[in-house]
């Protein structure tokens, strides 16, 4: 049984020092930015979490009798990017490592990265089980440069005992979701003057998730944030879309103070009726409640609800991907990072315990996925998430709209003006 150990290099390209092990094995040099696992654990089935999951299966995977041996460089979450750039810059990235999927283009775009079909193909994996969604995230230039880990996307969390007290359980006792704007201010109110909480909460000042919520809307009404070269913020669409959220705050139904904490613990108090977070909320939430320590007790998740013309929700991938240096450079490697990544993808039901969404139709539509808590109830998001168009401005473009709706919900600018000013500062980014 080989050995799998966290190393501490300067940067995630620097070299491994003071181990052992048989010369016949093949190192390869992992990254990720999840943070790192409390407790170590062998056997991925019994991990949870994604720092906890994605180590157990790196871990198995170099334990296995196979030449091969993970060194799992340490996760620098803050840092992830800049260092990682800097490791391809001086010739030394790591031998695999993960991208998220807005973040794809920066480094295909170079030519940083290998093609990978042939190769996964070879090494078993089969691309035609990847959900569209998905092949799409990892397709560049009509190539395959890297290899799909999840995708995980803004989803509604549920408190059914306030839902039930303003009387918005159907029959099937799941929650009764509006179905337009309008719809989404009376149940609000319903919520409200039965139970005396707020119907939503979300994260409006720290992460971009109320951004991501905007736009979601944006995107159910058939427009984006640009096209090509052309800046589209000041629009009727982007327009209807804050509004849906401005009319919650005014009538006092939702508080734009909200940071990703503060909404996440209101919801656990069970002060707000919806809470909008990512997929990977809800084992945490699950296990928060078995602990017995928190007001949440009767817990649901659902789709992000459809308020315009068509179903859309903001989106993003985990990607894995090798350099195309390590192709040219050590070939023996680079076989090794492909049965790396045939295991990876092997376990895509081991990630999606995470409560990511699988990205393996087989493993989407499988008994054993249908047994996990919630999932089937959020399983549509895999096929309408979106995101922006993949652009190398992408975190400055987000960054321009997280500070154009805060001047609106937070400190009064009138929208015109914010979005006038936010649309300048898109169209400056766009190449």
Known sequence: MRRFWTAIPAALGAAVLGHSQASADVELKVARF?????????DVAEASGEACIVESLLSMFSAEDNGITVDLLPPHRDNYYPQLIAAYAEGRPPDVHLLHRHRLSDFASAGMLAALSDDLSAAGVDIADWEETV???????DQVVAMPFDLHANIWHVNLDLMGEADLIGNDGRPILPASPGELLDHAEKVRDATGKAYLAADFVQFPIGVRSVLSLLWQQGENIFDGGEALVDTAEMR?????????FDAGFANPAHSYESAQQAFLDGEVAVLINGTWAVDLYDKEIARGEVALNNYDVADFPTLFDRPATWADSHL???????KTARPEAYD???????????????????GH???????????AYATLSHRLDYRKSASFGHDIPLTSGYDDIHQALIRG????WLDGVPVGEALAGTEADVQSLLP
């Open 34 to 42: 999840f943070d790192t696992c409390i407790e170590k654990i062998e």
């Open 240 to 248: 209807a879309a804050i509004t849906t959220f401005t009319d919650l």
């Open 405 to 408: 709706l805060q001047a609106i």
């Open 135 to 141: 092949r799409e995230a990892v397709t560049f230039d």
């Open 320 to 326: 894995w991907a090798v350099p195309e240096s390590l």
């Open 336 to 354: 090794a990072a492909m049965k790396l990544l045939s295991w990876i993808n092997d376990h895509n039901l081991d990630w999606a315990r995470t």
């Open 357 to 367: 969404l699988a990205v393996r139709t087989s493993v989407l539509e499988s008994d």
